[in-house]
């Protein structure tokens, strides 16, 4: 069952915050976040490994709920760059590495 | 970081004819590889996931017989589109994991290749 990402699309000013949720119906192993810019390849931001974790990758920050079904990235004073399609690819079996991708969600930032 | 490329970047083929699709990870050996594809504003779609020597797994309602996909090396997936059609015009993207000095099993994307077909 592919992860319901939410909101679906946001436009932000610059220097905004933002954040973006990733709920599944099932337990996760783990999660994996990706930005996506129009005709290209995904890009990989940040993995998730266990429940409660957070991560930061300079102003992108990630979080797995203890529950581990749920996933939420924040992006806090977006820049330009960070305009893009983000998914969350989410892993339900440890050592199988097939990820599920999300539905999606397409971040728009205007100076 | 990991690098993927794939070749062609873009092909617009007729109808009836094959396609072949290269993966190759640059800078490590990719003991897993995986295939999507990729319809306009959607969602990336796992077609299948081949491993290095092995016979690929191909997800549910994904025709084996038309996408045919070869592992031939830790560093090399290939993809052939047979017989192609106008639906199976897409976006076709790989991705790679594997032992790295990271150890994790993130994937790493390709650039990815533009099929048309007429």
């Known amino acids: 069952q592919q992860p319901v990402q939410s909101p679906q699309a946001v436009i932000l000013r610059e220097g905004e915050d933002a954040v973006i949720n990733c709920s599944s119906s099932?337990?996760?192993?783990?999660v994996h976040w990706y930005r996506q810019k129009h005709g290209e390849a995904p890009v990989f931001l940040m993995i998730l490994l266990k429940g409660g974790e957070q991560k930061g990758h300079e102003k992108i920050s990630a979080s797995f709920n203890e529950k581990k079904q749920q996933s939420s990235l924040y992006l806090t004073a977006s820049q330009l760059s960070y305009s893009g399609t983000y998914f969350c690819g989410t892993d339900l079996n440890f050592g199988n590495e097939k990820l599920t991708f999300g539905t999606g969600t397409r971040l728009t930032i205007i100076p | 970081g990991a690098v993927v490329s794939q070749h062609p970047s873009r092909v617009i083929c007729k109808s009836g004819t094959s396609v072949k699709i290269e993966c190759r990870s640059l800078d490590f050996q990719a003991t897993t590889m995986f295939w999507y594809r990729q319809f306009p504003k959607q969602s990336l779609m796992l077609m299948a996931t081949?491993?290095?020597?092995?016979?690929?797994?191909?997800e549910q309602g994904v025709e084996k017989d038309k996408f045919l996909i070869n592992h031939a090396s830790l560093t090399l997936s290939t993809l052939t589109v047979t017989s192609a059609h106008p639906e199976d015009s897409s976006f076709y993207i790989c991705s790679a994991s594997g032992s790295r000095t990271s150890g994790t099993d993130t994937q790493y994307f390709g650039p990815g290749t533009r099929l048309t077909v007429l």
């Open positions: 081949s491993n290095e020597g092995s016979k690929a797994t191909y």
């Open positions: 099932k337990a996760l192993y783990s």
